[in-house]
């Protein structure tokens, strides 16, 4: 009986293996009863004492190593994850891997647009208030779609799939979830209208691949569970490169190849950002009311097409066409520009069609 007890210890935490250890017991002793009335006589003094203290001693176990680590995961990760990813966690902790591990992840970096010029015609309270809302409602959706809010540094938000607990469609959900945002924005903007107040534009970078992720910092004083590398790096240029594209959404191929049937795309360019030599072919997730049809997408690529082919009075005109139905679309007027230029400059002919980025 006092064996029984002690497994239901750590098997169950403490509010279910009392009630099941009491349950245990009351059996035993209906039990020692029914074979009294038949004539045996079952000691159930020691029985009993036996299970109380394997239920002490197991308890005790259990709250000082294993509930422990819960109570750690759970204070670790509060302000990370949404509640359904911290009770994963605070049932198996080991699953984080704090102390380090190589994730396969999907991280989001979001930036608000001309924010530094809000802050500076606006008073100190208005700031903080407006971009606590605009904070908090993108902090939901991230946390419906499981992710990982990682920090925010000013207006920017840092968030990641598939670290702590890995998910193997990382980058379908960072996709699903970028689609939402889009569409929970231009809600929150018709709110600041009929509120009668200035509205907020984003922009944002996603890329897909291996992290280095665990608890950095400095013991004892301060330390954040984060995601360090190549991966998190290209995101960060993704989303200022999106500014230079003057679009909202900047993905790279890595992510589509992950998540190519979680949206259309449009391919943008074929981009060398500073410090890396092999180049990144980047693509605009069509989402959000700003979407593009299927055949304004296929136009484009058909105007690419001809451009990488150095077919640079075609793609132009084709382009050209392509801006007078979308005469905000700023990537069209980019390859205007571009095809202008090398008509008249032609480049070398080992040219690669990769566009060198010089600013992060």
Not at 2 to 13: C, D, E, K, M, V
Not at 125 to 151: C, F, P, W
Request: include cysteine; aromatic fraction near 10%; charged fraction near 20%.
């Amino acid at each position: 009986l006092g064996a029984l007890a002690y497994f239901l210890t750590t098997r169950l935490n403490l509010y279910g293996a009392i009630p099941a250890a009491a349950l245990l017991l009351a059996g035993y002793i209906w039990f020692a009863y029914a074979m009294f009335e038949s004539g045996y006589w079952l000691n159930i003094i020691y029985p009993t004492l036996a299970a109380v203290l394997a239920l002490l001693v197991g308890g005790s176990f259990r709250y000082l190593v294993l509930e422990r680590s819960a109570r750690e995961m759970r204070s670790m990760f509060s302000s990370y994850l949404s509640p359904k990813l911290v009770a994963r966690l605070e049932k198996d902790p080991d699953a984080a891997k704090i102390g380090g591990d190589n994730k396969e992840v999907t991280v989001l970096f979001t930036d608000i647009k001309g924010f530094t010029t809000f802050s500076e015609s606006h008073s100190p309270h208005v700031v903080v208030s407006r971009l606590n809302e605009y904070l908090g409602a993108m902090v939901q959706v991230i946390e419906q779609h499981d992710g990982t809010i990682d920090k925010f540094i000013g207006d920017a938000i840092m968030a990641y799939w598939g670290a702590p607990l890995s998910q193997p469609d990382h980058a379908e959900r960072a996709l699903r979830c970028v689609a939402v945002m889009a569409d929970r924005l231009a809600a929150l903007q018709a709110e600041w209208v009929d509120r009668g107040l200035e509205g907020f534009a984003i922009r944002g970078g996603l890329n897909s691949g291996e992290v280095v992720a665990g608890n950095i910092g400095f013991a004892g004083k301060k330390m954040e569970y984060t995601v360090i590398g190549d991966t998190v790096n290209l995101a960060s240029r993704l989303e200022s490169t999106a500014k230079y594209y003057g679009i909202t959404w900047l993905v790279g191929e890595s992510t589509v190849n992950l998540a190519a049937q979680a949206c259309r795309y449009r391919e943008l360019d074929k981009i060398r950002v500073i410090g890396k030599q092999l180049p990144v072919t980047i693509h605009e997730p069509q989402v959000g009311p700003a979407a593009l049809s299927v055949a304004q997408v296929d136009a484009f690529h058909a105007a690419l097409e001809k451009y990488r082919q150095r077919d640079w009075l075609g793609a132009q005109s084709d382009f050209a066409g392509l801006a007078a139905e979308l005469p905000h679309d700023m990537p069209c007027r980019l390859y205007i520009e571009r095809c202008t230029y090398f008509a008249a400059s032609p480049p070398a002919a080992d040219w690669d069609g990769v566009f060198n980025r010089t600013e992060k």
